[in-house]
């Protein structure tokens, strides 16, 4: 069973830093890639950064250049540096990992970004 525990979020002010950490259970070199979405009220489901197994990342336009997704396999951990945030960012952000076979959920950690 595998189990992600995300975690980081909070109130920031417009400008402001925070940094998402995202936990697994167990090595996360068995997943294909891993990454977060965002769900912000009123909205869809947004990916909003991924890094594959191989190191590669890719990120929504809207955050390119602001936040950077990096893995840790010795802390079975990922990370989203969030920089320079701004308040269309507050939203619920949930990692997630991915097999071949099937995708994992973190519990989903609230950014609120305030003016």
């Known amino acids: 069973q595998v189990q992600l525990v995300g975690s980081g979020g909070g109130l920031v002010q417009t400008g402001g830093s925070l940094r998402l950490s995202c936990a697994a259970s167990?090595?996360?070199?068995?997943?294909?890639?891993m990454g977060w979405y965002r769900q912000a009220p009123g909205k869809q489901r947004e990916l909003v950064a991924v890094?594959?197994?191989?190191?590669?990342?890719n990120y929504v336009d809207s955050v390119k250049g602001r936040f950077t997704v990096a893995s840790d396999n010795a802390k079975n951990t990922v990370y989203l540096q969030m920089n320079s945030l701004k308040q269309e960012d507050t939203a619920l952000y949930l990692c997630?990992?991915?097999?071949?076979?099937?995708?994992?959920w973190g519990q989903g950690t609230q950014v609120t970004v305030s003016s």
């Open positions: 997630y990992a991915q097999t071949t076979r099937l995708t994992y």
């Open positions: 167990g090595s996360i070199l068995r997943f294909n890639s």
């Open positions: 890094i594959t197994s191989d190191g590669s990342t």
